[in-house]
Nanobody, 115 residues
Framework: QVQLVESGGGFVQAGESLRLSCAAS????????MGWYRQAPGKERYMVAS???????NYADPVKGRFTISRGDVENTAYLQMNSLRPEDTAVYYC?????????WGQGTQVTVSS
């Protein structure tokens, strides 16, 4: 089993920034990829950003140029730097960790962007 602990959500004004953190522990594996999905009320969950062990990244179109995902110095940690936040970024953000065919999820953190 892999446990994920995420943090960093909150309430901000449009144009401000937040940084989400995610740390995986337990039966982790050296080859994995991590990232975040988000889900707004009444909408489906979709992937916002992901990063492989090797540092390859992928972003959803709505966040390209504003969000940056990175790996931490501590193994199995990841960060999502969110700049120029917009009201439409309001959602619950879920960290995920995928390795050896399994995907694990964090508890979710609320991000609210006010106009």
């Amino acid at each position: 089993q892999v446990q994920l602990v995420e943090s960093g959500g909150g309430f901000v004004q449009a144009g401000e920034s937040l940084r989400l953190s995610c740390a995986a522990s337990g039966s982790t594996f050296s080859l994995n990829y991590m990232g975040w999905y988000r889900q707004a009320p009444g909408k489906e969950r979709y992937m916002v950003a992901s990063i492989t062990t090797g540092g390859a990244t992928n972003y959803a179109d709505p966040v390209k140029g504003r969000f940056t995902i990175s790996r931490g110095d501590v193994e199995n940690t990841a960060y999502l730097q969110m700049n120029s936040l917009r009201p439409e970024d309001t959602a619950v953000y879920y960290c995920f960790y995928t390795s050896r065919g399994y995907t694990y999820w964090g508890q979710g953190t609320q991000v609210t962007v006010s106009s």
